[in-house]
């Protein structure tokens, strides 16, 4: 137990890559992104929507799954498929290294 009476699962600080990205959409919706990679998590990226602060853990299986991107973000069906079609070419394959 440490000095504050919490017990902690994990404390690890790394180093992180963090890219910022802003894109409109055909139908004028408006994307400010971070995407953070990390060796956490398998290989999935965060992904903040910076101008809500919802954040995920997201891989190539989030994004496809449906209705996610739609319930994570609160975004409708057309803005979601422009989301996803941008994070397709973003989110890399999950990588299991520690098996």
Do not use: W
Not at 25 to 43: N, P, V, W
């Amino acid at each position: 137990m440490s000095d504050h009476g919490f017990d902690f699962l994990y404390d690890h600080t790394e180093d992180t890559r963090t890219r910022y990205v802003c894109f409109i959409t055909s139908s004028l919706r408006r994307f400010d992104l971070a995407i953070t990679s990390t060796t956490r998590f398998y290989g999935k990226q965060l992904i903040t929507d910076i101008q809500t602060g919802r954040t995920a853990v997201i891989g190539p299986d989030d994004v496809n799954e449906p209705g996610y991107l739609e319930h994570i973000y609160n975004l409708s069906e057309t803005d979601a498929d422009d989301l996803r079609s941008f994070l397709a070419g973003v989110v890399g394959p999950v990588n299991f290294s520690d098996i």
